[in-house]
């Protein structure tokens, strides 16, 4: 058994669930400790469970929460030095396990892949967790796919997959230009229109969902970015991840 769910998904903090029958893990922590948690409850899942939480980069939304983690369920953070320095100080986990990008990592029955990736931070990562030859990835917070990033979307069999803004909304709506730059940069995020050609060019035969995530609240709506996904849910299974709530747990065949 494999599952997933998206525990958090935006601006406001952000964590996914990946767990088998004994082991799981998380990908952020961008929620207090005590939410996670909570939220982790209140869709069946076991907090127990949880071997190690791995940081994509410094940002709050990402890793607000990893202190707190890491004390209340006595489990290791996974983070590049590089972003370990570049937080604040009150978010850095006391004793961080330091991974170096593309070298895979071993956690339980899982194996990690952190993926280098365009981001405004320090040493930004993304990650693909593969168990029992199924592979999952978790892939928010990319201003423009590089190669890097779009080989490892080849071959996942489900994805969260930014899909941040809607183009007209971003540059009509009430961002300050320098900051609607940034966000349409090649170090900000993607659009629907970037994630729809992602999914429709670089996915395989085996993908069977993917979670539409960090759905940006000003300048997007999932109702956007699920219709601009159209035709795509003719070969998998097109999702919601949630700001608000955790989403429901999917089990990959």
Known sequence: MLEICAIASGSNGNCYYIGNNTDAILIDAGLSGKQIINRMNEVGLNPAKIKAVFITHEHGDHMR???????KLHVPIYITSKTFFGAYKNMRPDSPNYFTPDEEIEVGEFTVYPV??????AEPCSFRIKYNNK???????????????KSHIS???????E?????????DGVYPYFLKQRVASELGHLSNDQTFELLEKH???NLQCVFLSHISKENNTPEKALERMGTLADKFEVKLASRYEASEVYTIK
């Open 203 to 205: 996915t395989n035969g």
């Open 163 to 171: 899909s941040n803004y809607d183009e007209k909304m971003l540059w």
């Open 135 to 149: 592979n999952i990835g978790v892939f928010t917070d990319i201003g423009e796919a590089c190669e890097n990033v």
């Open 155 to 161: 071959i996942c069999d489900a994805l969260f997959l």
């Open 116 to 121: 280098q990736k365009n981001h405004d931070a």
């Open 65 to 71: 929460g990893a202190r707190g983690v890491s004390k």
